[in-house]
């Protein structure tokens, strides 16, 4: 009789043994704490090159990785950072996730990244983050008085805050000088000549909207211009939008700004909004001033004349502290500080009136 042989059913092959540190070690001919050292992008520079080079060859043969959650249990640290961004869609923020990313990247960590938006809970998702087991928070999004800051600092989670501060001064934190970033806009638009020099405000909850248009009185008032001559219009969120709505209400004043300062350049584009929609040209009729200098203002019509902050030096001013924080949670908080920079372009010209 001729029997038919049928492949079992309900058997699984067993799965090849994920390759071992030691594997990696015995390849190279080495003690196992080298490899770790030689994998570790805090620890290879203990290792000689040409070890490390071999190390990484044999480990990429083997198909080794580090297991991340193994290591956590050992050291009690999860190698994650957590980045919480107020809106991830603003083209400013890239540049900044960069500084952070790369700073903790070559540090050994990862990050992860959580847009709020403006629906979001932030301290629902920095609960979220906590539960994750992140070793530290980067906070871009923390108003000046933030029921979220006590929180984080009852967790003794450590945080940094990134362009931004807390009334307090609680945190550590990265950000641009933003009253000297006011003083060169306004200094630059003096010396054009205007005498009329209108502020689209940022949200005053928000540090950066308070202390620009600080900086912004306290310019104008240094120049000798007279407070009526200096009118402010508050938009409600730092979109071009608000911008728009704001920069409306300003130029229906009895007396019509030759220039307008904004506090970022998402509302400066919200200003060349609203002149078009009221039939006046930029510069010809009003210059802008925005503020960052965010991607592609220099190709919009015409190219914003704008400060410059510096967005991927304060990211990694922002990871660097919150590593000096994971490593010394009890060090006192500091507070660096970065240069604007103006940046002249085609939104500013003489004072025609």
Request: net charge neutral.
């Amino acid at each position: 009789m001729k029997h038919t042989l049928r492949p079992a059913t309900g058997l699984r092959t067993a799965a090849p043994a994920r390759p071992t540190i030691k594997d990696v070690a015995a390849r190279c001919g080495v003690h196992p704490s080298t490899v770790s050292r030689a994998l570790s992008p805090a620890m290879k520079h203990l290792v000689a090159t040409d070890v490390a080079d071999r190390i990484r060859a044999a480990a990429n043969a083997l198909g080794y990785r580090l297991n991340m959650a193994a290591k956590g249990l050992r050291t009690g640290r999860s190698g994650l950072i957590g980045v919480l961004a107020p809106d991830i869609a603003d083209p400013g923020f890239p540049p900044v996730l960069s500084g952070i990313a790369d700073h903790l990247n070559a540090e050994g960590y990862a990050t992860i990244v959580v847009d709020v938006g403006c629906k979001g809970s932030e301290q629902d998702l920095v609960d979220r983050l906590i539960a994750r087991g992140v070793d530290g928070l980067v906070l871009a999004t923390v108003s000046l008085r933030d029921d979220v800051v006590k929180h984080c600092l009852d967790t003794a989670l450590p945080v940094v805050l990134l362009n931004r501060v807390d009334a307090a001064g609680m945190l550590p934190s990265a950000a641009s000088d933003d009253a000297a970033g006011m003083r060169l806009a306004v200094e630059h638009l003096v010396a054009l000549g205007h005498q009329r020099i209108g502020h689209v405000a940022g949200p005053q909850e928000i540090s950066t909207g308070a202390r620009r248009r600080a900086g912004f009185e306290a310019s104008v008032h240094d120049a000798g211009l007279p407070a009526r001559h200096a009118p402010i219009e508050i938009a409600d969120t730092y979109t071009r939008a608000d911008g728009r709505e704001a920069a409306l209400r300003l130029l229906a004043r009895r007396t019509r700004p030759t220039a307008i300062v904004a506090a970022n350049d998402l509302l400066a584009l919200g200003v060349y909004d609203a002149l078009a929609e009221l039939g006046l040209s930029c510069p010809r009729d009003v210059s802008v001033v925005g503020h960052n200098d965010m991607p592609f203002v220099d190709m919009v019509a015409p190219p914003l004349t704008t400060v410059r902050i510096a967005q991927r030096d304060m990211g990694e001013a922002a990871a660097r502290l919150l590593l000096a924080r994971v490593a010394d949670p009890a060090a006192a908080a500091e507070h660096i500080v970065l240069r604007p920079q103006l940046i002249v372009r085609g939104s500013t010209i003489a004072s025609l009136g």
